[in-house]
């Protein structure tokens, strides 16, 4: 007895979904960063204003002053839609999660010299209330923002946010033994220390900007771009030369975030300068006030930290900052002037 089997390939009638055919055609197959992307924006049938706003409609294109022939030029250089953001985070927090088991296991923070480990909880620890800030500030780009192209991925950065203020707190607690005194130390200096008063008023400000596009320029290209690499780079130097390479595995996933979230901000702002001189000019304005205001209100953070150097590294960082934009955004940002001697 012979059994034949039979095989019959089935041509799918269509490739992908309406938003993606809109845009490539009917019969291109799409990347399903573009099906979960594409025109996911509500547009139509609002029925009313809001009350608490009624000037502008509930998803409304006039919240910020950057105008854009399509929302949807906003692509995402990392392709991430939420399972290929929740894989690359899996995968991060699993290196995040050795890194504090290694250093829990050998017990490493005892290592550490007192007056440096103390340094460190008292520099590092209040920071996550800034990255508590940071998160509601994400969510607001991602709650009156236009177009799924931007506000999903500053949803995914507003949920970073909150991962990066749990790594602080538990730096925190590896520091002082799970005593949770670092913990209310940090919460007190953030509210009273005369040091964090000047960035606790910007973060303050920034949570009260209404324009979004602003805000991210602000939060996620100025404040981050000159932040991240103070603390975590400079900052990081100083603790290795006296406590070792602990801090630094603690600190290691900020460092790989920081370089990968840029990557998005980075094409966000060159997207919207390329769109017209409005934009650009627009754009310049802002990084030009809110570089001043975070140059101003990290000052005495870089001054504890780094001592003499703070002046001269803040300079380094604010020039970095203006050749980033200039390189990756196409916006020009006036460098700072040269530091005057004390």
């Not at 870089?302 to 150097?309: F, K, T």
């Amino acid at each position: 007895m012979t059994i034949e089997i039979k095989t019959t390939s089935v041509e799918p009638l269509r490739h992908t979904f309406d938003n993606v055919a809109r845009r490539l055609g009917a019969d291109k197959p799409a990347s399903r960063y573009l099906e979960a992307m594409y025109d996911l924006q509500p547009t139509a049938n609002f029925h009313y204003r809001p009350y608490w706003d009624p000037d502008h409609a509930l998803y409304d294109t006039g919240r910020t002053r950057i105008e854009m022939t399509d929302w949807y030029v906003f692509k995402d250089p990392r392709q991430f839609y939420y399972g290929t953001w929740t894989m690359a985070r899996a995968k991060q927090q699993d290196a995040a999660e050795r890194n504090f088991a290694f250093v829990e296991k050998r017990n490493l923070a005892d290592t550490l010299e007192s007056a440096w480990r103390e340094k460190a909880a008292r520099l590092l620890v209040p920071l996550r209330h800034l990255e508590y800030a940071a998160n509601m500030n994400n969510c607001y780009v991602a709650a009156y923002g236009y177009g799924t192209a931007i506000t999903q991925a500053a949803m995914f950065v507003g949920i970073d946010r909150l991962g990066i203020a749990q790594y602080l707190s538990r730096i925190g607690l590896m520091l002082d033994g799970g005593s949770a005194e670092s913990l209310d130390a940090a919460k007190q200096d953030w509210m009273q220390a005369p040091v964090w008063q000047p960035l606790r008023r910007l973060a303050e400000d920034l949570m009260v900007t209404r324009d979004w596009f602003e805000l991210l320029v602000a939060q996620d290209f100025v404040l981050d771009g000159i932040l991240y690499p103070l603390v975590y780079d400079r900052f990081d130097r100083v603790l290795e030369q006296h406590s070792g390479s602990t801090i630094s595995m603690l600190t290691e996933f900020m460092n790989e975030w920081f370089t990968e979230t840029s990557r998005w901000v980075d094409m966000t702002l060159k997207t919207a300068a390329a769109e017209s001189d409005a934009n650009k000019a627009q754009l310049e304005q802002w990084m030009g006030h809110w570089v001043d205001r975070v140059a101003e209100a990290l000052t005495p953070v870089a001054v504890e930290m780094l001592g003499s150097d703070a002046g001269a590294v803040m300079d380094e960082l604010q020039t970095a900052l203006a050749q980033r934009a200039t390189k990756k955004c196409g916006l020009h940002v006036g460098e700072p002037a040269p530091a005057m001697a004390s």
